[in-house]
């Protein structure tokens, strides 16, 4: 097949410019905007770099860590330190060169930590890769809080950007252009025979050790550019905005989208953002026959919904008819319960409604790993293909007929 060098070209500037044009197009919507939306828009889009930063290592890769917040971390402290030190005249919120410096200079750092560690522990698989990771970020905040020049367990200040919305969009955007790469082209064959099989590929002459690395570092160092954006995005940072409950976060993240799912990861790191956000316009009484009828009503429409995945095959759209209906089914048997409950005294009793954003995220990844285990999309991306796969059709395939 001969190369097509103008239609390359045209496609690689074509798709340049868009990326552009969306991150300024997203300055734009938000200019107006309060700063707490602002705020809440940068926070998400840095946690769908992170949460694709990590699917390259976890899903794509293969491999089990737990303490991706560290990376996140340490490009955070690296930015505000710079900025207040080595770049002090160049860190002000009037000059726009100072972002995308400060953007490489964390995910130079994390990057070589990332290296650091993922050398030696790497050789790990499983739990045991989990375990040393899970300590990796214990030690980072560790460090943190004892270190003067970090500002122990007060934390740093850092210049706060009005315009960092263009490039936690735009960072956004170079993380899933890459893992997107990785995957459509040959370069990503490598990491997927590693999350496949390890002994095969190593067996066909994949060096194993060289590709985890490469993952590592290639998901610490996004992962350290978001930290960095995000110090400038706050004007603040400290230890408790990386704990454990961050990393636990981002992995639910990519396992809610999908190992392996770019779009699914991206699109779940958003919910899972702006759900536990909003729930903070929760009454701050509710009555607790109000979560008990909602609790019994997903117990039941999960049953119901089990049954019909274990037992059901006919027409896929009858199927999807009937999970439509149990899901209609559950939301309305949670409203009936909720009222039959509160006229029994022992419900009557009310509970701050804003306690319930976090246990939504554990409710959230029960349900799934009951009914979807492998994640939304699985391994797959969001495509009209996968709509038809998941409907159980076959896309028509174009055969071609020897004359």
């Known amino acids: 097949m001969k190369f097509n060098f103008g239609k390359w070209a045209a496609s690689r500037i074509g798709s340049i410019l868009l990326a552009f044009a969306v991150c300024f197009l997203a300055q734009f919507m938000l200019r107006g905007a309060t700063d707490?939306?602002?705020?809440?828009?940068?926070?998400?889009?840095?946690y769908v770099t992170l949460a694709v930063s990590l699917n390259l290592i976890n899903?794509?890769?293969?491999?089990f860590s737990i303490g991706h917040a560290a990376f996140y971390q340490i490009g955070a402290y690296t930015g505000a330190l710079?900025?207040?030190?080595?770049?002090k005249n160049m860190a002000d919120a009037a000059n726009p060169l100072w972002l995308p410096i400060a953007m490489v200079c964390g995910a130079i750092v994390s990057g070589l930590a990332g290296f650091i560690v993922g050398l030696p522990s790497l050789r790990l698989r499983g739990d045991y890769l989990a375990v040393v990771t899970l300590g990796i970020g214990e030690i980072v905040t560790i460090i943190a809080k004892n270190q003067k020049a970090l500002g122990e367990a007060y934390g740093l200040s850092a210049s706060k950007y009005p315009s960092t919305v263009f490039f936690v969009v735009l960072l956004a955007i170079i993380t899933i252009a890459v893992c997107r790469n990785l995957l459509k082209t040959a370069h990503g064959l490598s990491f997927l025979a590693v999350r496949e099989d390890e002994i095969a590929s190593s067996a066909m002459g994949v060096n194993l050790t060289k590709t985890k690395v490469t993952a590592f570092v290639l998901g610490s160092a996004f992962a350290g550019a978001a930290g960095a954006l995000y110090a400038h995005t706050k004007g603040f940072v400290s230890p408790t905005d990386f704990s454990m409950d961050a990393s636990f976060l981002i992995l639910t993240m990519v396992v809610l989208?999908?190992?392996?799912?770019i779009t699914g990861t991206a699109i779940a790191a958003i919910v899972l953002f702006i759900v536990p956000e909003k729930m903070r316009d929760l009454p701050p009484s509710i009555a607790v026959a109000t979560p008990v009828g909602v609790a019994i009503a997903i117990i039941t429409s999960v049953v119901i919904l089990k049954k019909i995945q274990d037992n059901f095959h006919g027409n896929p759209y009858k199927r999807l008819g009937m999970n439509l209906g149990v899901i209609a089914g559950g939301v309305v048997l949670a409203m009936i319960m909720g009222r039959l409950l509160v006229l029994i005294p022992t419900f009557q009793s009310t509970i701050n409604g804003?306690?319930?954003?976090?246990?939504?995220?554990a409710?959230?990844?029960v349900v799934?790993?009951?009914?979807?285990?492998?994640?939304?999309f699985g391994h797959s991306e969001f495509s009209w293909s996968w709509v038809q796969k998941v409907l159980g059709k076959r896309p028509v395939q174009e055969v071609e007929v020897a004359a």
């Not at 707490?36 to 840095?46: C, E, H, I, V």
């Not at 899903?59 to 491999?63: A, E, L």
């Not at 989208?257 to 799912?261: E, I, L, M």
């Open 36 to 46: 707490y939306s602002r705020l809440l828009f940068s926070l998400a889009g840095l």
């Open 59 to 63: 899903g794509i890769t293969g491999q």
């Open 82 to 87: 710079l900025a207040s030190t080595v770049f």
């Open 257 to 261: 989208g999908g190992t392996g799912s």
């Open 354 to 361: 804003q306690l319930f954003r976090m246990p939504v995220l």
């Open 363 to 365: 409710v959230t990844l």
């Open 368 to 376: 799934l790993m009951l009914l979807r285990p492998q994640g939304i």
